[in-house]
């Protein structure tokens, strides 16, 4: 069974500019989540799905941050404009959710902003 | 305020030692308690608890969860090097709040 995809692995970009990350989640997975790991810090969540439905943003810089899962399936991370402090791992999780909570991760991308 | 506390902050054993990895939380909405595994990549599941008391094994891990005292422990007997990676906490009910990790060092 394939597990979480995300790209690109690795992003380098200078502050003020766009940048986007993707994610496709383990078949059948109905919940995402996007979390953002900083060094020495476990996962802070950014935003959870459910299908098509961000149930959970809270955590999500609106102002710069936004997110998308169009069909309920792949899911993009987008921050316009970027940041020095937006430097981090940017992961994927995905779950079957239906009371089932154990999330699979992705490898991540790693986002260095100069 | 929603809290998750791991100890110790990190941990330098031999191979074969026995490891005791604590968890401590307080938060809103709870349900189960995830176990994770971390290397130079991203967490690796290990374990999902729900009650108390009973105990999740695999292979040389286990762990158990307390929902009175609202804690867990994460055990690995006879330890290897490939043990060395960080764990993760995480309690919660569709929002899961992570812990920054336990960094385990086991040398040869």
């Known amino acids: 069974e394939a597990g979480v995809v995300q790209s690109p692995r690795y992003k380098i970009i200078e502050k003020k500019q766009p940048v986007a990350f993707w994610c496709n989640p383990i078949?059948?997975?109905?919940?995402l989540y996007w979390y953002l790991q900083n060094l020495g810090q476990g996962p802070e969540l950014l935003i959870r799905?459910?299908?098509?439905?961000?149930?959970?943003d809270s955590q999500l810089p609106k102002d710069r941050f936004s997110a998308e899962r169009l069909k309920g399936v792949d899911s993009t991370l987008k921050i316009q404009p970027a940041e020095l402090g937006d430097s981090a791992v940017y992961l994927c999780?995905?779950?079957?959710?239906?009371?089932?909570?154990?999330?699979?991760f992705g490898p991540g991308t790693r986002l260095t902003v100069l | 305020e929603d809290k998750v506390v791991q100890s110790p902050l990190s941990l330098v054993v031999h191979e074969g030692d026995t490891v005791t990895l604590n968890c401590s939380y307080e938060v809103t909405n709870f349900r189960s308690l995830l176990w994770y595994k971390q290397e130079k990549k991203a967490p690796t599941f290990l374990f999902m608890l729900t009650s108390s008391g009973i105990e999740k094994k695999s292979g040389r891990l286990s762990s158990i969860l307390d929902k009175k005292e609202l804690f867990s422990i994460l055990n690995i007997t006879a330890t290897q090097t490939g043990d060395s990676a960080v764990y993760l906490c995480?309690?919660?009910?569709?929002?899961?709040?992570f812990g920054s990790g336990t960094k385990l060092n086991v040398k040869p």
């Open positions: 995480a309690p919660g009910f569709n929002k899961f709040y």
């Open positions: 799905y459910e299908n098509e439905e961000a149930v959970d």
């Open positions: 999780a995905s779950s079957t959710g239906q009371g089932r909570n154990e999330q699979f």
């Open positions: 078949s059948g997975h109905n919940t």
